[in-house]
Each structure stands twice: as structure tokens, then as C-alpha cells.
């Protein structure tokens, strides 16, 4: 009989534990409560976080070469079908802050800077909030990457918008906009008259408009005969439009069902039945508890790909939280997993402490990483022996302490959940 696999929450460590799950021949539902973090980030896909890479690169004073993905994280990206994951090389990519940071692969519809030398890269005004060219193309060229490849940015008058209310309407709305093949050849055609106009270039920049359901700049870039694609925006871009379109695709395409709901507990079951495991027990089973569900769900294991504290899965709560009108009555600890299960929850130092302030810990001098030491509010999540929990329990992505916030480290641990599960 086929084993049966329930994976809580669809973010890419989901999705991967899901996929990796499927290739063994599991039957595997994935529930989630909505969005998470990877439908919040910008569509770009990091291994190790950015800076760090950065720094190392200018302390040797040249890009680093980037390490191959692994033979199964490549066949997965491959069948996602979303980023650009280049072997060998980083991709640079521009943000709508002013920055040019590399990155170990892109959602397809954002620029790679990272082929360009001594060339132009235009970047037309449009009248929308967050998106000023002339600001962007002066911080653009300051870069020290644009200065040691001969980049320069350029602010150019070219009709990107169409009508009236795409001044005002979100960035996701204007990127679907753009799914419609007609709508991209009219931008086909603002683009080459605007190239013409310049006398050419090397590249062209654009807000995160390029797609909603799938990216759009590379068939753009074939037909105009120059990289088009969008600049890196922080947090809500379409990227996460695009990245819950081509979930959604490739689930529908191993056969892994999806479905909505917020999991209130999981409890495993020993084999005596009696819903207690003891340590080192090898577990039957698990039930998880949805919530406005009378009848939990059964499974051979679970594996919690709920989030850290962006995505949901770790909530923060300090004792003040929980006080009165009067002190808290103790010191707690500051954070709670949002689902009652078996597990321990800790950081990259080991299974967290109660804190000794009833207002929980200084998070303006913990929470925030500094050099190599990792945030607070990035560090918390389950304690795992590798992606191991608890008997029948397993944890992918964010949800685990101390592991890197990037969504390559969520598709390696979302691997190897669903490969051990
Ligand atoms: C704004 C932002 C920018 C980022 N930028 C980058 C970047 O540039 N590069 C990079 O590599 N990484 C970036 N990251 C980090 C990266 O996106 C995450 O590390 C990665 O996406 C985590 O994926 P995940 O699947 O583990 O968690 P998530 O994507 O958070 O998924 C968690 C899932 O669990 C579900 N869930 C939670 N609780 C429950 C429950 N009780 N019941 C059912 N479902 C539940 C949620 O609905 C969601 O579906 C960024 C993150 C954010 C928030």
C-alpha cells in the first residue's frame, strides 16, 4: 500500500516535500491556510542570504562562482518551470531600492544584469507609486558593480502604462495585465520605439509588471532582440503570484491533492494506539486536527511546512502578551509553534530559554541579524535532528531553527522531508 504523506503548508519547502514525496510513490495532500512567505518574497532564489555572498565576494575581491544545485533541487526547478537557476555563475540582479545584488537564480521575469558589459540599460518613467526611474537609474549607476562593468542606467520617456487607472492599480494587477498576449505586444511596440528613440541598448528595466500567471519577459526579450525584465521588489511583488500559479500547476501535474485549511494540531499515534509516542518510538501514524473539522485527518507523517514568523508557523509571543491589566504573572518563553504539536521549538543555539524580562527578549538588539550571528526572529523554529522532529514528524523551510531564510535552503530541506517522510 502506497504510504500517505501530509504536508502542512504550500509555500517551496511544501511544494518540494510534496514533489520529492510523489517521486517515491507516496500519496500526498497538501493543506494550506494561504499565503506564506514565498508568496510574499520578490523572486529571487538564494541560497545562502545575499549580503553574505557580497561580502565574501568583496573580501576576495571578485564574484564568487556559485555551487552547482544538487542533481534532484535542479530536476525540481526544472518541472517548476519558474527561475532561471544558472549552474556555475550567479545572476545580478537590480532592486527598486537602487541596488545591484547577485543572486543564485531569479524568477524568470526579473533582469540578470550579470551577462551585460559597457552598455546602456533603460528604464522608462511611468507615474506609479514606488517606481521613480530617474531616482533609480542615478543609485543604478553608483553601484560598484555598474562602475566596475561599465553599466549605465538611463531615465527614458517611453508609454508603459496604458490607461488611466494603472497609475493607481497594484503592482499584481498590472503584471496580469501583461498575461494577455495582446496587451504584451502593445509593450512590444512602446519598447522598440523607445529603443529607437535611445539608439539602442544594452537592456531594459521595468517595474515587477512582467506576469501574473506565469513570467513574461522572456518571450518580450526574443521578440524586441534585448533583455527585458523587472526590477527586484521587497516584499509582495507578482512574484508570488507567479510562484502560486506554477505550485498549483505542478501538484495538478504529479497528482498531489491541495486543499484549504488552517491545522490547529498534530498528534502522533503509537502503534498501542493509545496517542501517546515516547522517545525513539518509531510511531504508526499521525492525526492532524484542522480547524472547523470534526474528524481529523490520518497519515503515515506529516511534515510541517508552515513558516517561520513571516510565513506563519511561529507566532511571537511574550509573557506581556499575556498579562493583564497587572505584570505578567511569569517569565515564558517568547514564542509559541501556531500549531499544539510534540515538537520543541529553538534557534540556531539550541531549545530557547525563558526569557528573564516579563516583556520578552530586547528585540531591538536581539532580533535583527549582525555579521555571521543570525536574528532572533529569523533563527526560531523547530528543532530537528536534520528535517526529524518527532516520531512520524517531520519539518521543511522556515519552520526549522536555525537554517538559512532562503528559498533554495527550503527546497533542500522540502527535498529531503519528502524523500525521508
Ligand atoms: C518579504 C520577504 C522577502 C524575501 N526575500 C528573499 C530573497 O530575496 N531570497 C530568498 O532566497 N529568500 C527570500 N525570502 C525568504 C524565503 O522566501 C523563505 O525562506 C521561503 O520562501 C520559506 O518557504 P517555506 O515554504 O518554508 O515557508 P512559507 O512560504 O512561509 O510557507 C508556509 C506555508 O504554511 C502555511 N501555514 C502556516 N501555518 C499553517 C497552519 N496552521 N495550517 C495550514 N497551513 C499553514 C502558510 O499558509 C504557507 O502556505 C524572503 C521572505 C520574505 C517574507
Keep these: 500500500m502506497e504510504r500517505s504523506i501530509l504536508v502542512i ?12 514525496a510523489r517521486r517515491r510513490g507516496a500519496q500526498v495532500t497538501v493543506i494550506s491556510a494561504g499565503v506564506g512567505e514565498t508568496a510574499l518574497a520578490g523572486g529571487a532564489v538564494d541560497d545562502v542570504p545575499w549580503e553574505q555572498v557580497e561580502r565574501a565576494a568583496r573580501l576576495l575581491g571578485g564574484d ?68 521613480d526611474a530617474d531616482a533609480l537609474a542615478a543609485a543604478l549607476s553608483d553601484e560598484p558593480f555598474a562602475r566596475a562593468r561599465g553599466l549605465r542606467f538611463l531615465p527614458i520617456d517611453a508609454p508603459v502604462l496604458r490607461f488611466d487607472d494603472e497609475r493607481r492599480i497594484a503592482d499584481g494587477d498590472l503584471a496580469a495585465r501583461h498575461d494577455d498576449p495582446a496587451r504584451l505586444s502593445w509593450l ?16 531594459i ?18 521578440r524586441l532582440g534585448v533583455p527585458v525584465g523587472e526590477a527586484l521588489f521587497g516584499a509582495g511583488s507578482p512574484a508570488g503570484l507567479r510562484f502560486e500559479a506554477a505550485r498549483d500547476a505542478l501538484l495538478a501535474a504529479i497528482g498531489a491533492t491541495h486543499r484549504h485549511g488552517r491545522v490547529r494540531a498534530v498528534s502522533a499515534v503509537s502503534a498501542g494506539g493509545d496517542g501517546h509516542v515516547g522517545p525513539g518510538d518509531p510511531g504508526d501514524g499521525v492525526l492532524v486536527h484542522v480547524d472547523g473539522e470534526d474528524v481529523p485527518l490520518a497519515a503515515d507523517a506529516v511534515i510541517l511546512a508552515i513558516g517561520g514568523l513571516a510565513g506563519g508557523g ?45 516583556h520578552g527578549p530586547e528585540l531591538d538588539v536581539a532580533a535583527w541579524p549582525r555579521g555571521d550571528r543570525p536574528g532572533a526572529l529569523e533563527a526560531v523554529g523547530v528543532r530537528c535532528d536534520g528535517v526529524r522532529a518527532a516520531p512520524g514528524i517531520l519539518a521543511a523551510g522556515a519552520a526549522i531553527a536555525g537554517r538559512a531564510r532562503t528559498v533554495l535552503d527550503a527546497v533542500t530541506t522540502g527535498l529531503r522531508a519528502g524523500a525521508e517522510a
Excluded at 9 to 20: F, H, N, R
Excluded at 95 to 114: E, F
Excluded at 209 to 221: D, I, K, V
Design 64 to 131: 564568487l562562482p556559485a555551487g552547482d544545485l544538487a542533481p534532484a533541487a535542479r530536476q525540481f526547478a526544472a518541472e517548476l518551470g519558474l527561475w532561471d537557476v544558472p549552474q556555475g555563475a550567479a545572476a545580478r540582479i537590480a532592486t527598486v531600492a537602487g541596488r545591484i545584488r547577485p543572486a543564485r537564480g531569479r524568477d524568470r521575469a526579473l533582469l540578470d544584469l550579470g551577462p551585460l558589459r559597457r552598455t546602456r540599460v533603460l528604464i522608462p518613467r511611468a507615474a506609479r507609486g514606488a517606481w
Design 314 to 358: 511561529v507566532a511571537y509571543a511574550p509573557p506581556a502578551h499575556r498579562a493583564g491589566p497587572d505584570l505578567p504573572a511569569r517569565g515564558a518563553v517568547p514564542f509559541a509553534l501556531s500549531i499544539a504539536a510534540p515538537v520543541t521549538l529553538g534557534d540556531a543555539r539550541g531549545p530557547l530559554g525563558v526569557v528573564s524580562s516579563m
Design 205 to 222: 528595466l521595468l517595474g515587477p509588471w512582467l506576469g501574473a500567471r506565469a513570467p513574461r519577459a522572456e518571450a518580450l526579450s526574443a
Design 188 to 203: 512590444l511596440d512602446r519598447l522598440h520605439q523607445a529603443l529607437d528613440a535611445a539608439g539602442g541598448a544594452g537592456a
Design 9 to 20: 503548508g504550500a509555500g517551496v519547502a511544501g511544494l518540494a516535500a510534496a514533489w520529492s
